[in-house]
Structure formats: structure tokens, C-alpha cells
């Protein structure tokens, strides 16, 4: 009987995997007005900058991002294992403007590589966690990376859906 229980929860959870990675997998980022977006010439994804709105649409609705700041800080952690020459915190907002269910938009949505193309890492400082917000609500959230690099040079990937293969656009830090 356990085992029959194990199997059902296991199936269960694959089939809700399922749903919530194809139900989401079909979304469309748009520029702001101001007409930001580029493509990029590499992946063909729309390039945006800091204080650019982005607007995703997808089968739940649409909503807004927006990456607000870029600074670094001198904070550090001292029980954290990672390697950190340099941290940097990333401030944004974002913004349900149409989907009944509630919004979360997380550092779990973004992979960040140096000029490098080093992937970076999170690092844990103190940093605002962002939130689950309802239709209509706004929210803001920042997050710390660990940078090894002396360049100021960052390209953030953005994935509407954490679990696709392909980022739906990405955003270019110069500071």
C-alpha cells in the first residue's frame, strides 16, 4: 500500500512538472514603448537595459520587469564558501498586470555571465527576497552575485519559465 501511495505522489508530481513547464512555455516579451528592445545579433533575443520595461505574455496573463539598480557592495559572508573578488546587488521591480494567479518573479528567472561568459553565482547578503503579488500589485526584490571579474560588464538571461532551455530576452549592465 506504501509503495502504491510513493508511485501515485511521484506520478502526481511529473504530471504537475508537465503542465506547469509546457503550460508556461509559450510567452512573448515585448519591448517598452520607448522602443529599447533590440535584437541581438548571437541569439536573436531582445536586448534591454537597465530601467527598460520588459513586458511578458504568456498563457496566464501579463506582466512587467523592470531591472531598476546595479551597484556593488562591500558586504560580505562570512560562513559563505564562494569565492566572491567583487559582489554586486541587482535591484528590480516587476508588475501584475493581468494574471489571475499570483506573480513571482525571482533570482530562480535569471542566469548572469560576466564579459567572460562566466556564469555567476548568488551570493548570500542581505538582499530584499521578492514576493508573490496579486493582480493589479506591484513588487520590488534585489539579489547579490558573486563576481570574479574585474570588468563592469554583466548580461543578465531572463526565463519567464525557470524551466525552458531558452531565455526569453536579455538585459546588458555597464556601469
Same mark, same amino acid.
Request: aromatic letters at 14%; a negative charge.
Given at each position: 500500500?506504501?509503495?502504491?501511495?510513493?508511485?501515485?505522489?511521484?506520478?502526481?508530481?511529473?504530471?504537475?512538472?508537465? @503542465?506547469?513547464?509546457?503550460?508556461?512555455?509559450?510567452?512573448? @516579451?515585448?519591448?517598452?514603448?520607448?522602443?529599447?528592445?533590440?535584437?541581438?545579433?548571437?541569439? =536573436?533575443?531582445?536586448?534591454?537595459?537597465?530601467?527598460?520595461?520588459?513586458?511578458?505574455?504568456?498563457?496566464?496573463?501579463?506582466?512587467?520587469?523592470?531591472?531598476?539598480?546595479?551597484?556593488?557592495?562591500?558586504?560580505?559572508?562570512?560562513?559563505? =564558501?564562494?569565492?566572491?573578488?567583487?559582489?554586486? @546587488?541587482?535591484?528590480?521591480?516587476?508588475?501584475?498586470?493581468?494574471?489571475?494567479?499570483?506573480?513571482?518573479?525571482?533570482?530562480?528567472?535569471?542566469?548572469?555571465?560576466?564579459?567572460?561568459?562566466?556564469?555567476?553565482?548568488?551570493?548570500?547578503?542581505?538582499?530584499?527576497?521578492?514576493?508573490?503579488?496579486?493582480?493589479?500589485?506591484?513588487?520590488?526584490?534585489?539579489?547579490?552575485?558573486?563576481?570574479?571579474?574585474?570588468?563592469?560588464?554583466?548580461?543578465?538571461?531572463?526565463?519567464?519559465?525557470?524551466?525552458?532551455?531558452?531565455?526569453?530576452?536579455? @538585459?546588458?549592465?555597464?556601469?
Amino acid at each position: 500500500m506504501k509503495k502504491l501511495k510513493n508511485l501515485f505522489l511521484l506520478l502526481l508530481c511529473s504530471i504537475m512538472f508537465l @503542465v506547469f513547464a509546457v503550460g508556461s512555455s509559450s510567452s512573448n @516579451v515585448t519591448t517598452s514603448s520607448n522602443g529599447s528592445g533590440l535584437p541581438s545579433s548571437t541569439k =536573436d533575443l531582445a536586448t534591454y537595459k537597465l530601467n527598460d520595461d520588459i513586458y511578458v505574455k504568456n498563457q496566464s496573463g501579463e506582466y512587467r520587469v523592470k531591472f531598476t539598480k546595479i551597484y556593488e557592495t562591500s558586504n560580505r559572508n562570512q560562513y559563505s =564558501d564562494k569565492q566572491a573578488n567583487r559582489v554586486i @546587488v541587482i535591484e528590480y521591480e516587476y508588475e501584475n498586470i493581468s494574471q489571475e494567479e499570483d506573480l513571482y518573479v525571482s533570482e530562480l528567472d535569471f542566469k548572469l555571465y560576466d564579459k567572460e561568459n562566466n556564469q555567476l553565482e548568488t551570493y548570500p547578503v542581505d538582499t530584499k527576497y521578492s514576493s508573490y503579488i496579486s493582480k493589479g500589485r506591484k513588487a520590488t526584490a534585489s539579489v547579490a552575485y558573486a563576481l570574479n571579474s574585474d570588468s563592469n560588464y554583466i548580461e543578465l538571461e531572463f526565463y519567464d519559465n525557470m524551466f525552458s532551455s531558452s531565455a526569453n530576452c536579455k @538585459v546588458i549592465f555597464e556601469w
